[in-house]
């Protein structure tokens, strides 16, 4: 997979790097998932609406919509 990218951006003079460290918070729950992200505590039960940090498939999601974002920039990568 390094490879395919390396490839890619191969002979490419402007490169750039994108800071997403909040970038699961901008991602909305779709309402009918919001109760499969539901917590408890000693204040009561909480949906989630955003995309938390640390659900196992999170990252996964982030890097879809990263991908659908590029796709068709020519010389871009995610």
Known sequence: MPEDLFAK???GNCFAKLDLSDSYVQIEIAEK????LTINT????FQFTRLPFGLKTAS???QQIMDTRMMGTEGAAA
């Not at 998932?33 to 499969?36: N, P, Q, V």
């Not at 000693?42 to 039960?45: D, M, Q």
């Open 9 to 11: 951006l191969n002979g």
């Open 33 to 36: 998932s919001r109760e499969l």
């Open 42 to 45: 000693h204040r009561g039960l």
């Open 60 to 62: 996964a999601i982030l």
